[in-house]
């Protein structure tokens, strides 16, 4: 089955620095890499995802990329302020055969802003 | 209106009772799942239903039983808990076809003593 590991596990930055999330999975029929932001007590929420004939996608001050051959995806933020202090996941989505439509999440990547 | 609703939101029980969380969504999505995430945060599938078919059974104990009654509601028992089962656990659903991603409910915080 699909395996995705994710690095680092903590990350702190101050104010203003950009951030970097990477993610690695192992199926290769994997197609569709949501990323979910989870803040404390909170339900992990959707920010960005892409699907596999994308090589970058950003909305604002976020941006994934993909890299298919290498089976490697980043988040990356820039511009970071406190309120992006959260757990972040990235996921990969199996394509085929019993695990159709299963998402499986990377460990998670607790963020620290620091004003 | 909430889009995924999960209750109750916390539950505190005995070790060897029986419970159950119950999960809608007015989405329209077709597909519902049940997520734990442990003490250390990680997001772990234990079941998936597709328009009240299960399609994804992950390694669970049979202790954990799903029902889904109709496309909009998936409900999760638990027999003869265990201290382990400690744990949150998130509904989801997701609309038909694949390149979606899941729209999660507010979580059950389960410990059990």
């Known amino acids: 089955g699909e395996n995705v590991e994710q690095h680092p596990s903590t990350l702190s930055v101050q104010e203003g620095d950009s951030a970097v999330i990477k993610c690695t999975y192992s199926?290769?029929?994997?197609?569709?890499f949501p990323w979910y932001k989870q803040e404390l007590g909170k339900r992990p929420q959707l920010i960005i995802d892409i699907r596999s004939n994308v090589g970058e996608k950003k909305d604002q001050r976020i941006a994934v990329t993909l890299n298919k051959t290498a089976k490697h995806f980043s988040l990356h933020i820039t511009e970071t302020q406190p309120e992006d202090s959260a757990v972040y996941f990235c996921?990969?989505?199996?394509?085929?055969?019993?695990?159709?439509?299963?998402?499986?999440f990377g460990q998670g990547t607790i963020l620290t802003v620091h004003p | 209106d909430t889009a995924v609703s999960q209750t109750p939101k916390y539950l505190v029980t005995q070790m060897g009772n029986d419970k159950s969380i119950k999960c809608e969504q007015n989405l329209g999505h077709d597909t519902m799942y049940w997520y734990k995430q442990d003490s250390k945060k990680f997001l772990k599938i234990m079941f998936s239903y597709n328009n009240k078919e299960l399609i994804i059974n992950e390694t669970v104990p049979n202790r954990f039983s799903p029902k889904s009654p109709d496309k909009a509601h998936l409900n999760l028992h638990i027999n003869s808990l265990e201290l382990g089962d400690s744990a949150v656990y998130f509904c989801a659903s997701s609309p038909a076809g694949l390149l979606r991603g899941y729209t999660f409910g507010s979580g059950t915080r389960l410990t059990v003593v």
């Open positions: 996921a990969a989505m199996s394509a085929g055969g019993t695990s159709y439509g299963k998402l499986t």
């Open positions: 199926d290769s029929a994997s197609n569709y």
